[in-house]
Nanobody
Framework: QVQLVESGGGLVQAGGSLRLSCAAASGSIFSISTMGWYRQAPGKQRELVGSITRGGSTNYADSVKGRFTISRDNAKNTVYLQMNSLKSEETAVYTC?????????WGKGTLVTVSS
């Protein structure tokens, strides 16, 4: 079993920035292949915001390219999402995902509210 603990969500004004963190931990030996962040806004479908492989290859939703940056610290089993120039329509629950050698896991989600 792997637990993903997210932090960094909160209230921010449009145009502002937030950094989300997600740390993975387990009592078992495990390795993470891909980590990523998803989001689901009210009334909208869940979408992949960004992902990153163990080797550092990244993928982003078109809507966030150039504004968001995903990174990871393999030694800490932690993934980060730096979000800049946030828009009000990006208010959503942001959820961390990790594909590991002992299964795929999701965090509980952290709410990001962007005020206009």
């Amino acid at each position: 079993q792997v637990q993903l603990v997210e932090s960094g969500g909160g209230l921010v004004q449009a145009g502002g920035s937030l950094r989300l963190s997600c740390a993975a931990a387990s009592g078992s030996i495990f390795s993470i292949s891909t980590m990523g962040w998803y989001r689901q806004a009210p009334g909208k479908q869940r979408e992949l915001v960004g992902s990153i492989t163990r080797g550092g290859s990244t993928n982003y939703a078109d809507s966030v390219k150039g504004r968001f940056t995903i990174s990871r610290d393999n030694a800490k089993n932690t993934v980060y999402l730096q979000m800049n120039s946030l828009k009000s329509e990006e208010t959503a629950v942001y959820t961390c995902y990790a594909a590991t050698t002992i299964g795929d896991y999701w965090g509980k989600g952290t709410l990001v509210t962007v005020s206009s």
